[in-house]
């Protein structure tokens, strides 16, 4: 892709831009800053990546991976004001979830240890990570206040924390495993996602971009499934004082 057309993909913003100039919706300042930051963010990480990449150095890549996840933490916790230390409930879960995941992958060869793989694909799931851990805890805020009563009674005939929140653990982690189920159903139906597009953009055999995008689906299931798990557990017992009284949450 030339620095020509680079510079024309401009051309999209400006159309964005001057739809939300003709309908009023005052958006124009939004996305002319998450224009400029975007471009800023992504020139500054092709630089350092770069410079990683060179390295091969197993520093860099453990820095690179502990700002990702700091990063994410910080945007989901935005979620989950009032929470008690839920940034570092949710660090701790997506620190566990991101191991688990590359550690799997590399005792069974699936990816190569060198920054090229390490580094893009734990940014992905860190990502995915990150919107289910968002979706949970807007989940559990929103369900909590609607099953508030419902767990006072339980808690009034002798249920345990745990027994009382369930249903509404459960069904926060229900609804942070949704969108991995239906990208599932929809993959290379309604879209060709990002990683599998890439390679064959960059002149890899269809087949072998298949296989990598297959890998990172299936690892989004069950980060998505583990981030879900582990941080609904994590956070349903702060619903609760050490007398096992109902408290909530503020706001």
């Known amino acids: 892709m030339s620095s020509t057309a680079t510079i024309a993909t401009m051309g999209f913003v400006v159309i964005a831009i001057l739809i939300s100039l003709r309908l009023h919706m005052k958006l124009e300042k939004d996305i002319i800053i998450g224009t400029i930051r ?21 520093a860099f890549i453990i820095l690179m991976l502990l700002i990702m996840v700091t ?3 910080f945007n989901s916790a935005k979620r989950g004001k009032g929470i008690p230390r839920v940034f570092w409930r949710i660090f701790f879960t997506i620190s566990t979830v991101l191991s688990f995941t590359i550690g799997f992958m590399l005792l069974f060869d699936m990816v190569e240890p060198t920054p090229r793989y390490l580094i893009p694909i734990s940014g992905m799931i860190t990502g995915n990570s990150m919107v289910v851990a968002s979706l949970l805890l807007n989940q559990m805020k929103q369900r909590s206040n609607a099953m508030r009563e419902e767990m006072m009674v339980a808690l009034t005939f002798g249920a345990t924390t745990r027994q009382a929140s369930e249903r509404l653990t459960k069904e926060a982690i229900r609804s942070g495993m949704i969108p991995i189920i239906d990208s599932l159903k929809t993959v290379g139906l309604v879209q060709l996602p ?15 971009a298949v296989r990598y995008q297959l890998l990172i689906m299936f690892s989004f299931t069950a980060a998505s499934a583990l981030t879900s798990m582990m941080l609904g557990f994590l956070i349903y017992p702060t619903l609760f004082n050490k007398a096992q009284q109902l408290k909530g949450w503020s706001n």
């Not at 990480?45 to 091969?56: E, K, P």
């Not at 990002?194 to 953009?201: E, K, N, Q, V, Y």
């Open 194 to 208: 990002g990683m599998m597009t890439g390679l064959i953009i960059g002149g890899a055999n269809p087949i072998e």
């Open 71 to 73: 990063v994410a933490s």
């Open 38 to 58: 975007a471009m800023l963010q992504l020139i500054a990480i092709g630089y350092v990546l770069h410079f990683v990449f060179a390295s091969q150095h197993w």
